[in-house]
């Protein structure tokens, strides 16, 4: 009698448990989706994109925002998405859209997942194997893909101080320097002399004919964000094809970026 007691307390206690169990608020894409909208639309970002008055938003307009960023957000999502992480990614979201103004960094995460929200993909590819980008690691347990060389192996990046070595497999290096396979190196500058790609800054190549680190192309007609030097996004006015290079961005109506922001 008493097991038969116990076993139906067990039973009750873990209906209880059950029930008590919150569902997961960015348990799949579209839940998580969605609330990227809801961190992205803040009412300053509502009223600048749609060239209304602070004073004069509606919930149409918001709502509006907030489904147009949930589409964008799925196209960004690839398949492995895991939301183990996905809270520290839409604080990073909201912080960044709260005063619509972008800086390249802001930039990086709301358009291209980048820090916080590099981390919300189960990728392939297990410790230490090969790797072209972080979403081919786990990066729901923080693993990266660590490029030495220009080659990359997936694992938990350690950085290390600008000049000294990157030797151990987990050393990472600073923005701005790079691995040359054995200490971590200031990347090149324009005009630099460089063998390979990896060794320019951003917004640079290795020209083949020269062998110098070189602007991609003229930094007011970039036509995306891997075109723009270090710190620099590129800012594109709504209904052109080119646009300049710039450390921020203020989100007006005129902005291409307000045209998934409305």
């Not at 929200?117 to 729901?140: F, Q, R, V, W, Y």
């Amino acid at each position: 009698m008493k097991i038969i007691i116990i076993a139906l307390g067990l039973l009750v206690a873990a209906g209880c448990s059950s029930k008590d169990e919150s569902p997961d608020p960015n348990g799949t894409v579209d839940l998580f989706c969605s609330n990227w909208g809801k961190a992205a639309c803040s009412p300053t970002v509502v009223a600048n994109c749609s060239g209304t008055d602070s004073t004069s938003l509606t919930d149409a307009l918001t709502h509006a925002c907030i489904e147009s960023q949930r589409s964008f957000c799925e196209g960004l999502v690839p398949d492995g998405f895991s939301s183990a992480q996905a809270k520290s990614c839409l604080d990073g979201v909201a912080q960044a859209y709260s005063d619509a103004t972008l800086s390249a960094l802001e930039v990086a995460t709301v358009r291209h997942r980048g820090p916080p929200c590099n981390h919300l993909i189960k990728g392939p590819a297990l410790a230490g194997e090969a790797c072209n980008s972080d979403d081919d690691c786990n990066t729901l347990q923080n693993y990266l893909c660590v490029q030495k060389s220009g080659v990359g192996s997936c694992e938990i990046p350690m950085v290390v101080d600008n000049g000294t070595s990157c030797t151990a497999a987990n050393a990472a290096c600073n923005p701005g320097f790079y691995c040359d396979g054995d200490n971590c190196v200031q990347s090149k500058a324009a005009d630099g002399k460089c063998a390979d790609n990896f060794e320019c800054g951003a917004g640079l190549s290795c020209d083949a004919d020269t062998k110098k680190c070189a602007v991609r192309v003229d930094q007011k007609e970039c036509t995306s964000d891997d075109d723009c030097t270090a710190k620099h996004v590129c800012d594109i006015a709504a209904g052109a094809k080119t646009g300049t290079c710039v450390t921020s961005i203020i989100l007006t109506s005129t902005d291409k970026l307000c045209e998934d922001l409305r």
